[in-house]
Each structure stands twice: as C-alpha cells, then as structure tokens.
C-alpha cells in the first residue's frame, strides 16, 4: 500500500548581519521553520558570524507547541572554527533540563525549576528572539513592559551566543513600542516593534521588529554601542504557517 508523502508547511529565509557604518556584511543566518498537524513549529538554523575578535558558528534546533512554548532545542557551537560544545534541552511544565559538553567545562548535565508559560527559550539565533515574543500581551498597547522574572532561559549569557551550551537565567524583558509597517529586501512587513529591557548581561540597546502575521518572523533589528549594527530580512520563502 503505497502512501504518498505530504511536506509539512514550511518558510525559508536568510537575515544578514551588518555594521551600520558602512553596511559591510560581519554575520548571517539561514532559516527553515515548520509546522506540524498539532500546531507545534519547529526552528531550524545556522549562523555564522566574524565581529572584531569573535568568529562564531551554530547550529540550532527549536522545537515549541502551538502556543510557541519551548518543547525541546539543540545547540551546537563552534569558536574560529573548531567545535567547542553542544548540548539539548527539553522543556516540562515545571522542569527544564539540560545535558551538554563543553571544550572548557565538560559534561554539564542540569535541572531548573521553571513555571510556564515562558517568554521562551533564548537560542541567540534572531529568529528565535522573534519567537520570544509570541507571548507578549500587544493589546495592552504601545509603551507597555512585560517582564517574566527568574522565567527567561537562554544557552548562553555570551553577546554572540559563543560559550556553553547551558542553562542561563536572564531578568530581562520587552517593551512595546508599537505597530510599523517597515520594508527590507524581502519584501514589505506588518510588524511589532519591540525593545529588551534590563538585560542582565550589559547588552547594548537593542530593538527588533516582528511581523505581525502570526509566525513571529524577525524582519529587522538595530544593536547600537559597540555592536552598533542592523539585521535585515534579506530572503523569504513560503506563506505564513497560521
């Protein structure tokens, strides 16, 4: 009995990395995101990166339920090359747990107690600080901060996403600032506008902007300090996964 195969709805897409100054291009990432008969999604990326003295590569696997909560993800990193830890992490109601290794500190196998929902899991991918807005309350209107205390979870306190893989706290959280229409290379988005605040890990200001479509896809971002760069939105394959 012959079964056809269906692909699941899917998008694909590329954001750039650039310095504001001249637009030179230090860093990308390319993305694939599915959707499954359930509702859950499943984030797919790889990033490469050279800013300054940082020369980064990972990999990522996100997977989140139909309400874009963390399920589980898997985290690969290489530094100037070389492989210097990986690790997966899964997501319970009340339970996140990690087991990685690491080039600096070997096997690292954790528990942390956390409370759903979260505003997510930080992968340091831009497409998944996008998904760290799925729960953001936006009727409550422009201006607006939301913070999730102790809640926020990421692999890594590093800028680039460059140490662990493990199981880091952050306090931060997010500021609406408001509905825009913007226009990029891949076309013209309906998005929120957003900004992190009280980021623990002295990271320069940083705002992004979310299309609106459902998807929480990352159309545009601006770093400043030292940083001081944009992030675009250059490709984009695929209808919205609704």
Known sequence: MRTD??????????????????????????????????????????????????????????????????LDAYVRILNHGVPTG??????????????????????????????????????????????????????????????LGSRNLLHSLHHFGATGPRLEISASGLTYIGRETIEVPAGSFDCHRLAFTGMTNAHPPYHMWISADGDYLYVQGVVEGYMDSLFVLEQLEGEPLG
């Open 5 to 70: 195969l269906s692909p699941l709805p899917r998008r694909r897409g590329r954001i750039s990395y650039r310095h504001r100054s001249d637009q030179a291009e230090w860093g990308f990432e390319e993305f694939t995101l599915t959707r499954d008969a359930a509702g859950g999604r499943c984030l797919s990326v790889h990033c490469e990166m050279a800013f300054d003295a940082e020369q980064v590569v990972r990999e990522t696997v996100l997977n989140v339920d139909a309400a874009l909560q963390p």
């Open 86 to 147: 990986s690790g997966w992490f899964r997501f319970g109601d009340d339970l996140a747990e990690g087991e990685s290794f690491t080039r600096d500190q070997g096997r690292i196998s954790q528990r942390v107690a956390i409370e759903k929902p979260m505003r997510g899991f930080g992968v340091h991918a831009l497409m998944g600080d996008g998904w760290l807005a799925a729960g953001f309350p936006f009727d409550r209107g422009a201006g607006h901060t939301h913070f």
